[in-house]
């Protein structure tokens, strides 16, 4: 359990890394409003992202171990959105803060908006549903109902750690996230589209062999 804790939590930290809504959305809060509404925004993207990880695994894994052809299938399919989805993070620059992210609201009403924000973002981004349901959940096959709920705790971890580093180092200093950023979405992208390659790699051989 541990080791799937683990895992989870690296995937968590990585998947946030990309410049996306969600960390648009907390740099957008700690800049111009409060530490306490980024932090929001970052506990709700970090639900949202547990939920798909945990539907990749829990749904999406018995699927492959009831028929053997699946994973070799979704191997190319993750193969191919890896690698579109790496030349698009690779390219990509911080949007513009979706409405609402920076909405001036009180205390417990602040929080609340900002957690309903940070999961919806995540909710509503079909990448997100790939990303969890189709990527994670056909390479984590071989564990129990317990260690999937392990990893899924740990996807929000290293999630919610991610959006939260984000958030103090923008509320810190205004310039910290600026052009140092720039080079992690680049170098995220091209592993993203190497692994893809061997992940089509995998499919190809399944059929030859």
């Known amino acids: 359990m541990l080791t799937a804790f683990v895992i989870g939590a690296i995937l968590g930290a990585v998947t946030g890394i990309p410049i996306g809504p969600v960390n648009v959305a907390v740099i957008d809060a700690a800049y111009r409003h409060t530490l306490r509404l980024a932090l929001a925004v970052a506990f709700g993207g970090a639900l ?55 909405r001036d609201v009180a205390s417990a009403k602040e929080v609340w908006s900002g957690i309903i924000l940070g999961a919806s973002l995540i909710l509503m981004n079909p990448g997100a549903l790939v990303t969890w349901v189709f990527i994670v959940g056909s390479y984590l096959v071989d564990i129990t109902a317990a260690e999937g709920y392990a990893a899924s705790f740990g996807v929000f971890i290293g999630s919610f750690s991610w959006f939260t580093l984000v958030a103090y180092l923008t509320h810190r200093g205004r310039h910290v996230l600026g052009d140092k950023m720039a080079w992690i979405p680049r170098v995220v992208g091209w592993l993203l589209m190497g692994y893809g390659v061997y992940s089509l790699w995998r499919c190809v051989k399944y059929f030859l062999v």
Do not use: C, E, M, W
């Open 48 to 102: 949202a992202d547990a939920a798909y990880a945990l539907l990749g695994i829990a749904v999406v894994g018995p699927l492959l171990k009831q028929h053997p052809v699946l994973p070799a299938i979704l191997f190319g399919i993750s193969g191919a959105v890896l690698i579109v989805y790496g030349f698009v993070t690779s390219r990509s620059r911080p949007q513009d803060p979706p409405p609402g992210a920076a």
